[in-house]
């Protein structure tokens, strides 16, 4: 099973600079018969917020794309659509407190090593809670720490 973090997801509905990147990866997941990608309590708030950003940022000029309120709410609405639709990604429940604990032990383990993000850390221990063996994502740092421990990365 494979887990995408907020990176992938912005990149993927928002048309930011690796929207087709991202697509080509969904294709293959479909493609491929493999389950949809978990959508956690995690990455349903990190994507709201994700795409509040990329308003912020085109506002700002540090985004490439135009983003503007309405495109966030049309975005975000078709995200939960599609979730609840469960073909590309789904609705999944996650265990807190085994999140916490695997947490605990990745940071424990690597940040002082390698300065791990808490999201990066967060997302990491959701992938490894949920059973999965791959992590989606096109932030440097948290495909880092997928790798260390043993997920394949895209």
């Given at each position: 099973?494979?887990?995408?973090?907020?990176?992938?997801?912005?990149?993927?509905?928002?048309?930011l600079a690796?929207?087709?990147?991202?697509?080509?990866?969904?294709?293959?997941?479909?493609?491929?018969?493999?389950?949809?990608?978990?959508?956690?309590?995690?990455?349903?708030?990190?994507?709201?917020?994700?795409?509040?950003?990329?308003?912020f940022m085109?506002?700002?000029?540090?985004?490439?794309?135009?983003?503007?309120?309405?495109?966030?709410?049309?975005?975000?609405?078709?995200?939960?659509?599609?979730?609840?639709?469960?073909?590309?990604?789904?609705?999944?429940?996650?265990?807190?407190?085994?999140?916490?604990?695997?947490?605990?032990?990745?940071?424990?383990?690597?940040?002082?090593?390698?300065?791990?993000?808490?999201?990066?850390?967060?997302?990491?221990?959701?992938?490894?809670?949920?059973?999965?063996?791959?992590?989606?994502?096109?932030?440097?740092?948290?495909?880092?720490?997928?790798?260390?421990?043993?997920?394949?990365?895209?």
């Open positions: 099973m494979i887990y995408a973090d907020t990176n992938f997801f912005t990149n993927y509905l928002a048309g690796l929207q087709a990147e991202a697509a080509v990866l969904a294709a293959k997941l479909v493609a491929s018969k493999e389950p949809p990608l978990p959508v956690t309590w995690l990455l349903r708030l990190e994507v709201i917020n994700g795409l509040q950003q990329c308003v085109s506002r700002n000029g540090t985004l490439q794309n135009r983003f503007v309120p309405e495109m966030a709410a049309v975005v975000e609405a078709q995200f939960f659509d599609e979730a609840d639709a469960g073909m590309t990604f789904r609705h999944c429940g996650l265990d807190a407190a085994r999140v916490e604990i695997m947490f605990r032990d990745l940071s424990h383990r690597h940040t002082a090593k390698e300065g791990f993000r808490t999201y990066d850390i967060l997302h990491v221990a959701s992938a490894l809670v949920l059973g999965c063996d791959s992590f989606w994502s096109f932030d440097v740092k948290a495909k880092k720490l997928a790798k260390l421990e043993g997920l394949k990365v895209n």
